[in-house]
């Protein structure tokens, strides 16, 4: 667009050239040709396109010395091309360019003065060999302004992609740092909770076993003193802690478990074939959830070894905005039970999974077509 205004400007500066000479057809005729060169030379591919565009014109200065006047248009039609020092910023920046030898136009240009020169010395005025030098100088001024503004907006817009790029970048490596920090936190938390049950089973548990025992023996030697109803009340009430402690432990134990790493630990033993796992879940899966899934990846796992003759089994568990869905199949060819027999009675194994789904008001679907498939969705609560 900036050349195309430069390119406007120049025409009528060297159509105010009218004010030295007699404005008659043939002053139309170049000032029409001027711009159907200058359109010309704007399509016309740099280099010796637009040099042999701007000789043809130049030479018709012999049919119609008017065209004389217009050459500052091809001053700048020749000097719009990628100048030698501007061709490894262009490159850096990842844009192609096309350009020509300025060495050899440079005798074109010289030969366009030349022509200037005599022709205007000859029929006209020095006041319009003036104004056409002049305006030889203004083309020079217009291109390399132009084409300093354009290598400044190539800059720019290289900037402004670059960093547009680096903060996509950094959003991915900010997220990716939060989903391993928030990870890390639930294992830290899974761990800290094992770490309690087990010292509470551990040291409190042992405890309370010891101090039951020992009021179980006063109990055996005092049993008939005054001190049997204390005794009891003192056995019922540590009866009652111990049973409050195993309960606790129990619930730790069971938040505990982290199901991607059973999961991840359950697919690096098997070792009949290769196994793939894919996980997509959060990490408020409910405790029964986690131990179904454990157990039916389990038994899946096992069928797979027993009944299968798969190279390739893959696990899915992943996590929807209304259920759980586990998948695992594989791309064997089971041999439970002969033709004609239903799924439902393929063995002990598949009614446990299927008693375990029911349990959580799932849906379990096995699928025989290219290999073994249980899909499995379980609705949240």
């Not at 029929?123 to 030889?136: E, I, M, N, P, R």
């Not at 989903?179 to 042992?206: F, P, S």
Request: glycine share 8%; hydrophobic share 40%; proline share 3%.
């Amino acid at each position: 667009m900036k050349r195309a205004i430069d390119l406007a400007v120049l025409w009528i500066y060297c159509l105010v050239s009218a004010i030295f000479i007699t404005v008659d057809t043939s002053f139309v005729v170049a000032a029409i040709g001027a711009v159907v060169y200058v359109c010309g030379g704007c399509l016309a591919p740099p280099g010796w396109g637009r040099t042999g565009l701007t000789a043809v014109f130049l030479a018709l200065s012999g049919i119609c010395p008017p065209v004389l006047i217009f050459v500052p248009l091809s001053f700048y039609i020749l000097l719009d091309e990628v100048q030698p020092s501007d061709r490894e910023e262009i490159l850096d920046c990842g844009l192609s360019y096309g350009y020509g030898s300025m060495d050899k136009r440079r005798y074109i240009l010289g030969a366009a003065v030349i022509c200037l020169c005599a022709g205007f010395s000859v029929s006209s005025s020095k006041a319009l060999v003036c104004f056409a030098a002049v305006g030889c100088v203004l083309a020079c001024l217009l291109q390399y302004q132009t084409r300093r503004y354009a290598l400044l907006d190539i800059r720019f817009r290289k900037t402004r992609d670059d960093g547009m790029e680096k903060n996509l970048l950094l959003r991915e490596k900010n997220q990716s740092i939060l989903k391993n920090q928030d990870y890390e936190i639930y294992t830290a938390t899974l761990k800290e909770r094992n770490r309690i049950a087990r010292e509470i089973h551990d040291n409190v548990g042992h405890m309370l076993s010891r101090s039951i025992l020992m009021v179980g023996a006063l109990r055996a030697v005092h049993g008939e003193g005054n001190l049997k109803e204390s005794l009891c009340q003192l056995e019922d009430t540590l009866n009652a802690a111990m049973t409050s402690v195993r309960e606790s432990v129990h619930d730790l134990h069971d938040e505990a478990v982290n199901l991607k790493e059973a999961l991840e630990n359950l697919a690096e033993e098997f070792t009949f074939c290769q196994a793939d796992l894919e996980y997509d879940m959060g990490y408020d899966v409910p405790a029964e959830i986690r131990y179904g899934f454990i157990a039916i990846v389990k038994e899946a796992l096992h069928n797979v070894t027993k009944h299968s003759d798969a190279t390739r089994v893959r696990v899915v568990a992943r996590e929807h905005p209304g259920f759980y869905q586990l998948i695992v199949e594989d791309n064997g060819r089971q041999r439970i039970c002969g033709p004609g027999k239903q799924e439902e009675n393929r063995g002990i194994g598949i009614r446990n999974m299927k008693e375990r789904v029911d349990t959580f008001g799932g849906n379990l679907e096995i699928q025989t077509q290219k290999g073994w498939r249980i899909y499995i969705t379980v609705p949240k609560k």
